[in-house]
């Protein structure tokens, strides 16, 4: 099987910065692209950043200029650099990816996974 592990969330004040990490572990045999997404008590959820293999990234708009993503593929993990957070970014972060997993010496099959999230609140 494969897991998503998030870590680094927590409670930070407006301005501040936190830094989530996500690693992947299991029977992977490659990650085709990572991301984060949040969601927010009475919202859906919604895409923060996605980062390809190839280290392409997107940004929602809300995010752009202020948060980072970036990924070792070594350790197969994905961060999320946040920086000037506002009380606005509060919200549960949920690590996403795109892989391919091993099932035998010759079979593949490719799946989204979602890791279980972790807690962001900006407040004062």
């Known amino acids: 099987q494969v897991q998503l592990v998030e870590s680094g969330g927590g409670l930070v004040q407006p301005g501040g910065s936190l830094r989530l990490s996500c690693a992947a572990s299991?029977?992977?045999?490659?990650?085709?692209?990572m991301g984060w997404y949040r969601q927010a008590p009475g919202k859906q959820r919604e895409l923060v950043a996605t980062?390809?293999?190839?280290?392409?990234?997107n940004y929602a708009d809300s995010v752009k200029g202020r948060f980072t993503i970036s990924r070792d593929n070594a350790k197969n993990t994905v961060y999320l650099q946040m920086n000037s957070l506002k009380p606005e970014d509060t919200a549960v972060y949920y690590c996403n990816a795109d892989l391919s997993r091993i099932l035998s010496a010759t079979s593949r099959v490719r799946n989204n996974y979602w890791g279980q999230g972790t807690q962001v609140t900006v407040s004062s």
């Open positions: 980062i390809t293999s190839g280290t392409n990234t």
């Open positions: 299991g029977m992977i045999f490659e990650i085709y692209a």
